[in-house]
Structure formats: structure tokens, C-alpha cells
């Protein structure tokens, strides 16, 4: 199919941008388009306008200090995954965006973008939630932040008004005996994700003392739980079993046509077991020190 016929707008300003999306209410901002442009193709959305923000300056940047990285609305997937710095400061990053796509959709595609279009497959929104950050957004009644657990309130659905731009995304940095640990599993690399979880797990003291993972493509958001309790501070073996089985006691998985309800929970479950023991050996790793 083609898309239905859509009006194009440029703006060279951030006001620009948000009073064409005030007038507007069925226009919709293009950044990156590797996730919009299909649904135009097989008219799954039929805005009346695309408001392509390219052209706007001071979105393009990637600032990391020790508190964090902010990523602005023009990054590149690809240049985010090569951003060394974010690696450094926060590794999920660069574990979660290796599998996002294939190289040429990261070479076009946001990932400030991947994150408002709001995909409970995607890997973004499920490191944002899970890491407890944020996305700034702005319109012509001013700025808001937005937290990364509520972003997605459904299927390609997140919190943000029609009218609002997301300008920017920020990712806290690892602290000090954090480790992080990533892992899903897909028909092919790249393509989307049957599961994915990722995990964080701080040490104090040589015991585990916090412990949740984010889960995607299992529910229609993406969802976070805390799997400490069934921990109790020593992540043995049967002691990862029953973190696996709490996730599963807050997951819904579902079935379709491509994994049934019974393998999505079993890919939770073994993907719960492995990703908390890679972000626990990252932990005992970076010790106290915050060292990689």
C-alpha cells in the first residue's frame, strides 16, 4: 500500500514546530521515521500533516556528565551506540541499542523517537522505565517532564499530548555497585523482540540490595518489577528460579502469531535467570568504586 495523502512542514524553530502541532490536532512530528513511515505505508495512521523537525537546531547533541546522559530528539540510534562516553556512563545503553533493528534503520532511526512512538516491544522505553529516567517535552504552553515509567499508557500509545514535542531523553548514570545486564530474544537479529528483559542489580556490603528488571514484548506496556524480595540478598540458584517466578506472577503475557502465551512466559523466565546474573557478575565487577 501507499500512504494516504499528507501535508509536509519544515520548521526552522522549536515555537515553529509547536504552533503548527497546536493548530493541528492531526498532524504528527516526523524525527527519525523508521517507525512512522511503515504505518503510513500500510495506513495504520493517516496524520494530516507531518511536522519533520530536522531542521531544527540544538536537537542533535548527545551530553554526558557523571549524573547521566541526555540524548537529544535528532540522536541517531547508530550514534548513541558508538557514543563512548554514554557507554561509559551508562552501559545498558550501548547493550540495548545493539539490538534494536539492523544497521540501517539505527543509522535513520531516534531514540527519542523510538521512544514516544511508544512500542512495548521496543528495547528504549523499557531501559528508560527501568533506569528511572525521563523525557523532556515542550509545547505551546510551555515545558514538562515526563517519567519513563509513565510514558507508554498503552499499545503506540504514550502520555504525551498531540501538541507536544519530545526535545530530549535522560538516562541516570550507573552508581556506584551497579551492574546492568541485557538479553532478548528474536526470529532473526533485528528483528522484533518475542522477549526482551533488562536488569539492574546493586551490591553493598556482598549483598544484593536492589534488584528489578524491565521487561518487553511480553505485556502491552512496558513493565518493571522488583524482584529483591525473592533475592534475599544472595542471587544463588534457587534463589534466581524464584526471582523468575515473581516477574511472571506481574507479567501478562500474551500469545500471537508469533509465540504463543506459554513461550513468551518461557522466555521470561529463562531470560529473568540470565540477565540477573549477567547485571549481578557486572556488579561484583565494577565494585564499590564505580570502576567498568
Known sequence: MKPAPVGYLRPTSLEEACRALADDPDAKVLAGGQSLVPLLSM?????????????????????????GVRVGAL????????????????????????????????????????????????????????????????????????????????????SLAHDEVATSAWFPALADGQGVGFAEISRR???????????????????????????????ETPTVVDLLPALDGDPDEARLAAAADLALASLSPAGDIHATEQYRAHLARVLTVRVLREADDHARGRGQGGAA
Open 189 to 219: 537479529q533485528g528483528d522484533y523482540a518475542l522477549c526482551g528483559v533488562a536488569a539492574l542489580v546493586r551490591r553493598a556490603a556482598g549483598r544484593v540490595v536492589e534488584a528489578r528488571a524491565a521487561y518487553l514484548a511480553v505485556d
Open 75 to 158: 540522536v541517531r540510534h547508530a550514534d548513541l551506540l558508538a557514543h563512548d562516553g554514554a557507554a561509559r556512563v551508562q552501559p545498558l545503553l550501548r547493550m540495548a541499542l545493539s539490538h534494536v533493528a539492523h544497521a540501517p534503520i539505527r543509522n535513520r532511526g531516534t531514540t527519542v523517537g523510538s521512544l514516544v512512538h511508544a512500542d512495548a516491544a521496543a528495547e528504549m522505553p523499557a531501559v528508560l522505565a527501568l533506569l528511572g529516567g525521563t523525557v523532556e517535552v515542550v509545547s505551546a504552553r510551555g515545558t514538562r517532564t515526563v517519567a519513563g515509567a509513565d510514558l507508554v499508557v498503552g499499545p503506540l500509545e504514550s
Open 43 to 67: 495506513r495504520l495512521a493517516a496524520p494530516s500533516t507531518l511536522v519533520d523537525i530536522n531542521a531544527l537546531p540544538g536537537l542533535d547533541g548527545v551530553e554526558v556528565d557523571e549524573a
